[in-house]
């Protein structure tokens, strides 16, 4: 057996080069799927204030799917709502559109 110099025809070449974008291509969607919690976080505190560890959002998407995490979103709204006190909603109050004044 001689490994000395090795001879690749381009059909060789092509395979490998396809197998080379297709692993880079694979790993690119792994990370993505595993930074999706993260990058969630990331963003609900940006847009709401709230913070969240992605731990917590793994494990009620593994135990709840969706809607568990969706649940779980809509309740710590309500408790950041019912946190302020100046902040009473009722079915008469009037929109909060503090949010679209310029700062």
Known sequence: MDFGLLELSPVTL??????????????????SFMSRSRVFC???????????????????FKRRGRAGVRDYLIDL???????????VVTPDSKPDTSIFENK
Do not use: C, F, K, W
């Open 14 to 31: 092509y395979q490998l080069g396809s197998l080379a974008v297709v692993s880079v291509l694979l790993l690119l969607l792994l990370a």
């Open 42 to 60: 990331q963003y609900l505190n940006h847009m709401t204030g709230i913070e969240l560890r992605p731990g917590t959002v793994r494990r009620l």
């Open 77 to 87: 709204l309500i408790r950041e709502d019912l946190a302020d006190p100046s902040r």
